[in-house]
């Protein structure tokens, strides 16, 4: 997997864009209705972030912000006062969140393009550095959490959101319903009984014929393509013990799970969600130290 592949994807897919009308579609380029739009869904959609954020201590800490999609947690970081810098691996994402920290006169240390496995700072230039959802798309996860513990003070710390592999999502609908709906699909694929089929359905099924069915259905192979949509080329899930062997210059501190997420399963409306979600949901948020003598290297 080439991390270039990653950027290209992501540059023409910017986290969330489609879903509410895409900024240079339904928006047309009105960038403050754009981003008061998307931060309404995500918030609606995944409000479970921001008391999640407000488990760490932000203020006044140096914080790097690895991955930054449409800046909406970029803002909150900067109004619980952190000393705030980012970095994203795309042209696109820089460019937005410039300009909703200029739109909305947000105070900022500094904003650049690059890799998480090349970070463009000097060793222990920050406190904190905080990733949502980008870990897991980073093929060369070793280097990176190289590169986060150098940049990282000594005892610093790193806050992310990665995909869990204890979670409905991935045990039940990826694993299970997913892949038989389109092993049940695929024989079907070139019959008018799947003309009116969901353009996702339709786009899996295209990709099965390309690589082959069998190939598609691997587990490796079809999370992939079904965590962050059909053409995502590459994403991981994790548990503790994953997160532990991934980040050997770390120690994990705590680890939780948030978002009962598993479509198209109906899970939102469950007895008990709120409770369940804490041990099968789809976010693994996790907190891990910086150890002094570990980790400078991949």
């Given amino acids: ?8 994807f992501w540059n023409a897919h910017p986290c969330g864009d489609h879903i509410v009308g895409g900024l240079h579609g339904g928006f047309g380029d009105d960038h403050e209705r754009f981003f008061a ?16 954020l407000d488990r760490f201590d932000f203020r006044d800490k140096r914080v790097l912000e690895i991955g930054l999609g449409q800046g909406a947690e970029s803002e909150q970081l900067i109004r619980r006062g952190a000393r705030w810098s980012g ?3 795309t042209a696109e994402s820089v460019d937005r969140v410039r300009t909703r ?48 513990h150098r940049v990282l003070r000594p005892g610093g710390t790193l806050v992310a959101m990665l995909y869990a592999r204890r979670s409905l999502n991935y045990q039940v609908s990826i694993r299970v319903l997913r ?37 598609y259905l691997r587990l490796d192979e079809f999370t992939h393509r079904s965590t962050d949509g059909p053409h995502n080329p590459y994403a991981r899930v994790y548990s503790p013990r994953e997160v532990i062997a991934d980040f050997p210059g770390f ?25 369940l979600e ?21």
Avoid at 2 to 7: F, K, L, M, Q
Avoid at 259 to 268: D, I, K, N, R, T
């Fill in 179 to 215: 892949r038989a709906v389109l092993a049940a699909a695929y024989p079907l694929r070139r019959t008018r009984l799947l003309g009116s089929a969901p353009p996702l359905l339709r786009a899996h099924l295209a990709n099965a014929e390309e690589a082959g069915l069998r190939r």
């Fill in 37 to 52: 739009a998307y931060d309404a869904w995500r918030y609606d959609q995944e409000g479970h972030i921001p008391a999640c």
């Fill in 101 to 148: 920290l200029a739109l909305r006169d947000l105070p900022h240390v500094d904003l650049r393009q690059g890799s998480a496995t090349a970070i463009p700072w000097p060793d222990a230039s920050f406190d904190v550095v905080f990733s949502h959802g980008v870990l897991h798309h980073v093929p060369d996860i070793r280097t990176a959490q190289a590169e986060i």
């Fill in 251 to 275: 120690t994990l501190v705590e680890s939780f799970r948030r978002y009962l997420h598993a479509p198209p399963l109906p899970v939102g409306g469950l007895p008990g969600a709120a409770r």
């Fill in 87 to 89: 970095l994203d691996l």
């Fill in 1 to 8: 997997m080439n991390e270039s592949d990653v950027r290209d």
């Fill in 278 to 298: 804490r041990h099968l949901g789809w976010h693994l948020w996790v907190r891990l130290q910086a150890d002094e003598h570990r980790g400078r290297s991949a």
